[in-house]
């Protein structure tokens, strides 16, 4: 996310705080996408992802008064995502749908090219990988791909150090190039 | 692997995330991927995943939560009314009561805080947010014309309070049965489902003439088209003391009380989606699954029975105290009783 996008949510959840109803749909229509597919990622389910959308915003909007500014919106708007897909799991509302390695490996990419400089990614497998990851190592990918967070950003979010960030991301990409790899993404 | 391919490909991953890496080591990086066939590969397959969109939300999904949130903020405005006005019946109220003597409630009839804490948090989480709330709706309200009565939230002093069930001096109700028999003779056709949701949780109805209480405390709305048969309208339910609510309408009073069940000792209050009127059953909330077959799956699982025998099911026969659901066919003694629907019960405080 840019600084620029940064400052546009700024100002979005200002002119909310101030009762602009439009201005906050705006946010939604801005964010949903992050806040589903880590809804999607998190518990494999589209419906799940579904209610992970209604229910993050519906929190934020509650808790517009309550946001200062003094974090990035993204970083708030992480962090209660992760809440509720926690939440969801723990209340036993929702259970991520249990992944099949086999679907990972053996999900040979229609498409794909001999030339590894123009490798084609099957984005269902890539996304099945996604799910197989470490759920540490998942979270610390999606702060920083989905929300557009910095690593120092995601450090404090998820209340570990900057290395530990650093060590799952690069954790999470390896293992991502690795199950390309095997489900034939290019030739070697 | 070798440190300096770890190391390389670290680095680029880094620089993929926007992070500072000193341009001399991303040069260093750089000369080594090209020259190094696996940490070529690694970039190439890494450029890949990054060019691969994530998921994006349906306009469906999207357009789903707006509406859900402007639901809310009409909800919202309806309440911070409400209890304006429940705040001007109170103090209007507690001037009449002054002049008769007062009849105080035995502590079992007062307001059980459990089962209002419960119902008040889905109701916006209280008055304290409410009011909070109210700061945002005024401007909210401006910019889209609704009427709002703005007004700190009290809860009227207990002490004066009245409660008459039956109480022939109450509106009388429309066409709503009075007796328990009628209820009874009602079957378990649709005709004797008479329920509102607040906040997510059921209520029933328990006939006419609670009067309102002046210590009365709204605590939240349905929007039901009740027994009229006309279109749904929004109303804000009161506590009436103890187990008690009650719904003022334009025609009388309408009293119901949460419909609760026990499990090793703690209550579980039924939550449903939203009912628009009588003769509509509870079912599952939003979330949950109908289950395709009577043994609960693909949703639930058995999980245990209750003391009266009844199989309780939790998704994946997980442990039943965060929540757990009731398939139809239960005996009419049961809370879910000829409600032909799966339901939800889920802990109250
Ligand atoms: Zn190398």
Redesign the interface.
Known sequence: MSPADSTEDRTLVAS???????A??LL??AH??????HG??FFGDR?????V??EV??KL??S??SYDGSAAFSTWLFRVTRNVCLD?F??????PVPIDPVDIAVGASPGVTPD??N???D?IV??QAIRALQPEDREALNA???FGM??AEAAVTLDVPLGTV?SR??RA??T??AA??MQG??V? | MNPECLEA??IV??TY???HVDPAAIQRARQHCTEC?EC???V??????R???????PPR??Q???E???T??VAQAALAEEAAAATARAASAAKEDASVAPRPIPPAQQPSPRRLTQATWFA??GWA?AA??A??????????GISYIAGPQEKAASDTAMITQNDSSAAPLSAAPESADDAAEASRSSASARFITVGGFVYAYTGPGARLPSNATTIGVTVSALDTGSAPQQYSVSSAGGDNFVVVTETGLYGFELVARTLRGQSYGLQSRALSGFGQWPSLP????EPASDDGSPSFSRATSDDSGVAIF???G??PS??FAIAPGTSSSDPAGGNPNWTWWAPLP
């Open positions: 909310a705080q101030n009762g602009d109803m439009e906050f749909e939604v229509r949903a996408d992050a806040v589903y597919a999607l990622r419906e799940a992802a579904q209610d959308v209604q915003f519906l909007y509650r517009l008064t969801m723990r209340q036993g509302r929702r259970r590894h400089a490798t084609v990614v984005g890539l996304e920083v791909t989905l910095s690593y650093k991301v690069f990409r390896r991502l190039v390309m790899g993404g290019d070697q | 490909q670290q991953s880094e995330d926007g992070e066939p070529s590969v690694f190439s397959r890494l450029a890949a995943i060019k691969t969109p994530a998921p994006s939300a999904v999207i789903n939560a707006i859900t949130i402007r809310e903020v916006w989480g947010t909070a709330v700061l945002v709706l005024v401007g909210v309200l401006a910019v889209r939003e979330g949950y699954a939790t998704p994946n997980s442990d965060g929540g």
